[in-house]
Structure formats: C-alpha cells, structure tokens
C-alpha cells in the first residue's frame, strides 16, 4: 500500500471525497483541481496533495511521467467531456490503468430538455422575465445573445477574483451576479428565486452530487419553469462505491468503519435531530427497514433495506471498503430499540459505534397532549406479553407502544374482564406524519379498535378533574373517537365545560402492590385460606424477583397467589386447585382484586402441572398426601426452585422433613409462627390464639429423578 499512488483528476464532489478517503487511509494520493479554488477545499492528510490549474495535453503527459501514478482515475464533471477526451487518450497511449468515476443520473420529466448551452438559449430568447443561471461561469458568454441579458439574468457562480472578472466584462455584475459555494438545499434555492422573481431556471443535469434535485423541487415549489441541459451522452464507468472497492481490493488497505445508530424520531424527517440528518447525508451507506430509509433516503444515496443485526453485520464484513455506515431505527435509540442488540454485536466485533438519539415516540405523543411523562410508565408490547394492569396499579397510569391490532383489543378484553372498561385511553397512530390520528376512547372501546396496530398508548385514571380530559398541541380537547364518529364531539365539548364542578373521577379499589393485603379483603366463604401473617411470611420466603414464575399449589381462595400476583411487575403466578368451588372463589378474587397475571388452572398436582413452564419460586398449601410426588415433577422442571411449604399436621412436617434428608431440598428452614389476636369480650381484650404453622423453606437439591 505504501508504494501505491493514486492520481486523480476533477474537484468535483466525488473526486474530493474519494480523494479524502484515500488520504485518511493512508494512499498517497494527488489530485488535479480544475482551479486554485478547488484545490483550497480539499481537506489536509500526510498523503495527500494538490495542484489547482487546468493543464493542457502536454502538461498531462509530463505531470504523469513525473507522478508514475498506479491508477488514473477521472473524477471531472459530466460535462467537461473534452478534459476527459484528453485523460482517456493520453492514459490510453500511456498504457496506464484508467477508471472513470460516474456519477448516478437523475431523470425528470419536468420542464423543457435541451442538448446544450446554445440551445437554451436559443429557448429562452422567445421568453420574457428573470432568468436563473446555475451552469457556471464558463459557459455564461452564450447568454449574452439574449435581448436584455443584463436585466434578465441572475447568475450563480463561484466565489473566485477570476470568475467574478470574467462574469464583470460580460456586464454581468452586482445584484445580478451570486457568488456562493454549493451545496444548495431545496430551501436556499427557493429563497433565492423568490427573492429574484425568477422565470426561468437553468441547470445542468448534474445528479444528486450537483444538487439537480434540490433545484427542480424549488422551481416546482415557486412555480418557475426549468430549463435542463442534458448529458452530453451516456458514459460507461464506476460509482463512487464501486472505485472504493475496487481500489481497496487492488492496493490492499483496510478502512476504519465507523458506525452510527441513528434514532429518527417518530418518522417526519422534519423531527430528526441536526446531528442525525447529518451522519445519514454523509454516509457512504444508509442502512434501515423500508419506513426509516422512507424518511432519510435522498436521490443517488446507496441504501441497503435490512433491519436483522446478524445481516447488517454480514454486510459490513463483505464491504470493508465503507467507512461511514449510518443504521437508522425508529424513535430513539434508547427507548425499546434495535440499536440495543445492534450496539452488542457491534462492540463484538470491535467496529466504533456512536449512538445518536432522536425523539422518541413517547416524548413526541406527549408533547401533542400538552403533558409531562416524567411519572409516567412507559413499555412496549413488541414481541413480549405486558402486565398493563401491574403498571396501573403501580402508578395509575401507563403508557406504551403496540405492535398489533390484535394486541390492542386483547388489551381492551383485559380492562373490561377486570372491570377497568371505562378508563379514558389515549391512542396516537401515524405521529409526525400528514396522517397523525390521536384520539381519545375507553377501555371497553378499545375491543372493537380498527386502527393499524401500531400505535402508542395511554391509559390513565383520573384523580382530579382537571385530569379527566386530554389536550392537543393546539390547547383543544382531543375528542373521543366514538363521540367524534357519532358527531357529538362539539356537543360533548360544551357539555363538558358545564359540568366541570360538578364532575368527580370514579373512585377505583387500587391494590396496593407492597404485601400486607388484610384477610377480610378476600371472598372465602368455606374454603380454607393461608392467613394474613402466615402469607406475609411465606411470601417473603419465596424470594421473588420482578419477572419470577410462581406455582401456588392448593391455591384455596387464592390469598397467596393473588397477593403474590400483585407484587410481580414482570412476573406470572399459576394457582392450581382441584376443588371446583374453589376455584369459583379464586376467579372472583382474581376480578376482584385485578391480578390480570395469575392464571388458574384447575386440576390435581402433580399432573396439573404437566404443562406449565419452569418455576422459579413455588409455594406449597397443600398436597393431598402427594408431597414427594409434586416436588419431583417441581424439580425435574427446575433442580434450583425456590421451594416454601405450610403445614399444621405433624405427620406432614414428618413428611417434608425425610424429603429432605433425601436431598430433594437444600438449605432448609423451618419456623413455627403462633399468631394470637386480640378480641372484645365486653369491656376487656383478651388474646385467641391460632393454630401454629410450620412455614418450611429451601432451594431444589436434585433434578427430580433421584
């Protein structure tokens, strides 16, 4: 690599670019800009150098013999054809590697096409108004043919002493001559041709690196008539990717690659942050699903459609040559997003990473509702079942993102079956877009939800009155979707502010998610139930952790598993009982207290069992006289179960004791707990005691074969 030289001719954009590459990479590199100009905004690197002058065919042929380059490569405009005429012969007689970067076409059907400079001219002569010439100066001289030149033309040029010169002893000067240096944004162009109250606009068709694109949507967008100078003919080469390869497989260096995570926002490309819009437009690859590259991708910009990390990953592996890869994910990289996995694999393989935030969808939705989201939840429901009424019962309120249409009315089943129906949700569809829908419904309502499924969320009860309505950017109340349907929403609007005193929130019965619910807060009547300090201590034993699987076996009422229930966020509890009308009791408490992640399963232990995951924490109330049977079907699911087991009876403490001296539990601890309680006899208190219980806990000690 080190002996390799690289000589390339043009300033334009590709050119400077793939000059900077080479120079970062360490190729000696040497660049022959058409002006001092161009040499002046090339970057500065060890092997790198430049010359800004034009130079005729003898000059080429010396500078060549000088220089002995390995590869020739022509980098010059479209349209300078005769500079590379005279390359492509003198590299031909030379018997020099020659490669001739391209530049991607961008054809329109729009506006008048003319083969050259004269012919626009000719056009424009049977035209009147003021005339946007974004050609150059070289060619400036063929508009002086027109009538009133001086008055009509406005031309945009390169801010040089010589150019400014040349445009002056045409008689084009002050107002009417632009000196700037591209690129131009959409905007800028638009700018300027309102500010000139220009006609007509010619251009040449340069491609997305001469900005053809961003001037035809100007020129749409103020109503001026384009005049394009098509290319003078169809020429075979390289892209830019294509010479990075190349030249990386045949001299032999190895880039660094960079990779960005770019989160961009909800999905307008207006909500990007500056830092992302940047890392996407100057990366040699965006790479993305459909919808995100929908929003980043610009005309003649390689993108490749791919969201899965280990394809990515593939990709970057089989092209070495890319430097700067952009992966642009939805919302913000660090909110229930790809970049997590992304980021993993990437710092696997050692590849520099840098994350860049954008708007996340929850932070956006909630700005649209005019609210703080700082005591707010927030979840997704993508790939992964959500205990949304764990959230409510924790804060009152959560919001979160759904993946499925399906999903959403299950959600709705869920808050009607636990009687939570008439919670006021919020449901945001398509946001940032032209099509953003927000709108406000029910629990209930959500069963019949029509929308596309991916959506964000927010379910809220109210406390206060002020809280019972939601507010758009605009200070409106966001209507409710079935009154809107219906009609009634301003009606609704009216009535609303009439009722505001008088309107109070439903006072709602909030399981409390610490442990201590009170024996009296049950439905028992004749089935027996763990009581309330025996539960307390038994569920501490269990040691669970927020996403733990629990078995409660001889569940009775439910009294544990329900109040084990509703200590898990993440967690799931199986209440298993044989005893039909116990089972009654238990799916009433379950609607009662809202333990919408407890499943009852009816049967006997062990078989009951059989088809349940693998517990992580198990408690035993009662066993039928099948203990050592039930914890070998336990431990054979899991050897390290967290075992917790009750007993009034000696002969069952006898029982569970010779299991562990068999080694099917580990670390063992017994307790006895007497519990007296004080009770009114006349005008005194005295203490009734109750049954003592054994509350023996330990870990698995075999796998439930042994």
């Known amino acids: 690599m080190k002996n390799s030289k690289i000589l390339i001719f043009g300033g334009t954009t590709e050119g400077r670019k793939l000059a900077e590459y080479l120079g970062r990479n360490g190729v000696r590199t040497h660049v022959c800009a058409a002006t001092a100009y161009g040499e002046t905004l090339m970057s500065c690197y060890p092997t790198l ?10 000059e080429i042929e010396k500078f060549l013999k000088d220089f002995s380059p390995n590869w020739v490569i022509d980098a010059t405009h479209p349209y300078a054809r005769e500079v590379t005429g005279t390359v492509r012969e003198v590299c031909k007689e030379k018997k020099l590697p020659y490669l001739r970067l391209v530049r991607g076409s961008q054809k329109s059907t729009s506006g008048v096409w003319v083969e050259d400079i004269h012919q626009a001219a000719a056009f424009l002569e049977g035209t009147t108004g003021n005339i946007f010439v974004t050609t150059g100066s070289k060619e400036l001289a063929a508009f002086t043919r027109l009538t009133d030149y001086k008055s009509r033309i406005y031309a945009r040029v390169l801010s040089v002493k010589e150019v400014v010169e040349s445009c002056e002893k045409l008689g084009i000067r002050g107002r009417h001559l632009i000196c700037m240096q591209g690129p131009f944004s959409k905007e800028l162009n638009l700018a300027m041709l309102r500010e000139y109250e220009i006609r007509y606009l010619v251009t040449k068709e340069s491609g997305a690196a001469g900005g053809f694109r961003e001037k035809l949507e100007a020129a749409e967008e103020a109503g001026v008539e384009t005049v394009v100078i098509g290319r003078p003919e169809t020429e075979e080469g390289l892209t830019y990717p294509e010479v990075q390869g190349f030249l990386r497989q045949n001299i032999g260096f190895q880039p660094k690659q960079t990779v960005s995570l770019v989160g961009i926002g909800p999905g307008n490309p207006d909500c990007m942050t500056a830092e992302g819009q940047k890392a996407c437009r100057e990366a040699d690859v965006v790479i993305g699903a459909a919808r995100m590259l929908q929003t980043v991708r610009k ?43 992304l980021g993993a694999l990437l710092k696997e393989e050692k590849i520099e990473t840098r994350w860049i935030p954008g708007i996340s969808s929850a932070a956006y939705f909630s700005a649209r509702l005019g609210l703080c989201w700082d005591d707010i939840p927030l979840e997704s429901m993508h790939g992964k079942s959500l205990n949304v009424l764990s959230r409510l019962r ?8 759904a993946d499925s249409r399906e999903g959403i009315r299950s959600l709705g089943e869920e808050l009607t079956r636990y009687e939570l129906g008439d919670l006021q949700v919020w449901v945001g569809e398509r946001l940032s877009y032209e099509e953003e829908r927000i709108f406000r419904t029910t629990g209930k309502d959500l069963q019949t939800y029509e929308g596309s499924g991916l959506a964000i969320l927010l379910i809220q009860e109210a406390t206060k009155p002020e809280e019972m309505g939601a507010f758009s950017s605009s200070g409106k109340e966001v209507p409710n979707e079935k009154e809107e349907k219906e ?16 309107r109070k929130p439903k006072q709602r019965r909030r399981a409390n ?9 049950f439905l028992r009547d004749r089935i027996p139930m763990t009581k309330e300090e025996v539960r307390r201590l038994a569920i501490a034993k269990l040691c669970l952790t927020r996403d733990a699987v629990v078995y409660d076996v001889g569940a009775g009422t ?18 298993i009982e044989q005893n039909s009308e116990a089972v009654r009791l238990l799916q009433k408490n379950q609607i009662r207290f809202g333990a919408s992640n407890l499943q009852i399963v009816e049967g006997m232990a062990p078989e009951a069992l059989t088809g349940l995951p693998a517990p992580d924490a198990v408690f035993i109330g009662g066993s039928k006289g099948r203990m050592e049977d039930i914890l070998r079907v336990i431990l054979h699911k899991n050897p390290q179960a967290r075992i917790v087991l009750t007993a009034i009876a000696l002969e069952t403490v006898g029982e569970v004791m010779e299991l562990c001296k068999k080694g099917c539990l580990l670390d063992v601890e017994v307790v006895q707990l007497t519990v007296s309680k004080a009770q009114r006899a006349g005008s005194y208190h005295m203490m009734k005691g109750q049954n003592p219980v054994y509350v023996i806990s330990g870990r698995g000690g075999c796998d439930g074969n042994s």
């Open 513 to 521: 998610l610490s442990i201590g619910l009170k024996d009296e807060a």
């Open 558 to 575: 439910g009294s544990v598993a329900i109040e084990t229930a509703l200590s898990l966020l993440d967690g799931k509890v199986y209440a």
């Open 487 to 502: 009609g009634i929403a301003e009606k609704r609007e009216v009535e609303r502010s009439e009722e505001a005193e008088e």
């Open 299 to 341: 005309e003649g910009q390689i993108c490749l459609e791919e969201y899965r990390p280990s394809a990515i990953l593939d990709y970057l592996k089989a092209h070495r040559e890319l430097e700067r890869i952009a992966i642009v994910l939805s919302g913000d990289t660090g909110f229930y997003s790809g970049a997590k996995k």
């Open 394 to 401: 924790q804060e009152g309120k959560v919001m979160f993102l």
């Open 49 to 58: 150098t430049v010359s800004g002058r034009r130079m005729n065919k003898e």
